[in-house]
DNA sequence: GTTTTCGCGCAACTCTGTTGCATTAGAACT
DNA sequence: AGTTCTAATGCAACAGAGTTGCGCGAAAAC
């Protein structure tokens, strides 16, 4: 009857644990959340699935996430809606400088592009320093490229409004 | 006593009158200020520039903003403050798909790095069909790198809160 | 100069995120 | 197990960015 893959549970528990602060019944499930997630959630999307379980305040959620992105167990994303999106950090917790993302312009789903080979020697004006490079690509992701093909297709056809 | 110096002015005028929609005081205005600004403004910024000359309300610098946008006379930036930031759109209205921006962490002033030689080729996921990039370096700027050194060393003195 | 209609101003609203404060519950210590 | 201490939670109220609806005013078409 447990609401959650226990393994997920189970590992963010102990990540948790690790930081040595307490271990809330809050920060475990939100982590728990975030493990379970192939893709980068908004804080809408987090609240929604963590209360399926138990309840769990609005505010709580954000105030775990700041917690959990000041303890490098996750990071977030500035999405271009204005919506933070949060992804559980890498087991490494050493590579937080270079980031890069996939944003599918059709569904808005983000995931996190691990491979940050990109990025590196961006020519800078003399006098700035760099610290860190954020790429983001956006396009349409595996499962909305058909659709939206087909779509665009259906509309060359008859095209209405609304 | 023109507010704004006559070239922006009129740069801008002759270009929303291009588009053959009216042009109207409101959208030569913010045009002509992003036409000056050499870097991206927030709408905060915008409406306080525009509103040193005659009054305009918040609305309409949001609505004039959309429509430069939609009509490629200038483009937004998401930051990371959850923010949007315009500029004037380049003379050149093919170019739209990568930009690349420097934001400095310390004064949060935005600028736009138009060699987008980054960029090219990151590798995606099989299905993902990329189309826009959005590159974003963030560090310090000319200007502001000596001083955040400064306060570096003088945070190493004697630390205090806020 | 009159008419038409697009765009502006105003007010009220939504949505994301934050702050202050009283209460609850980890966990450390008997 | 019970006590105690304090960090976290929940609640309510707030703040800032951006949006929506609607009547009025002013571009531009006639």
């Known amino acids: 009857m447990t609401p959650m893959t226990p393994t997920f549970h189970d590992r963010a528990e102990d990540l948790v644990q690790r930081t040595g602060a307490r271990v809330t019944r809050q920060r475990v499930e939100v982590l728990a959340v ?12 987090i609240e929604g699935r963590v209360n399926r379980g138990a309840g769990m305040d609005r505010v709580t959620v954000y105030r775990v996430l700041e917690w959990l992105t000041s303890h490098h167990l996750a ?12 992804n559980a950090a890498g087991d490494e917790p050493e590579r937080t400088h270079a980031h890069a993302h996939f944003k599918c312009n ?13 990025a590196r020697s961006v020519p800078l004006p003399s006098g700035f320093h760099p610290q860190e490079v954020e790429l983001t690509v ?21 095209q209405h409004r609304h």
């Not at 990071?75 to 949060?86: E, L, Q, Y």
């Not at 396009?139 to 008859?158: D, E, K, T």
């Open 34 to 45: 975030l493990l379970a997630a192939r893709r980068a959630l908004s804080h809408h999307e």
């Open 75 to 86: 990071h977030k994303i500035a999405g271009d809606d204005r919506v933070w999106r949060f």
């Open 106 to 118: 059709d569904c808005g789903e983000v995931i996190c592009l691990d491979e940050a080979t990109a």
């Open 138 to 158: 956006k396009g349409l992701c595996a499962g909305c490229a058909p659709a939206a093909a087909a779509q665009r297709r259906s509309r060359a056809h008859a």
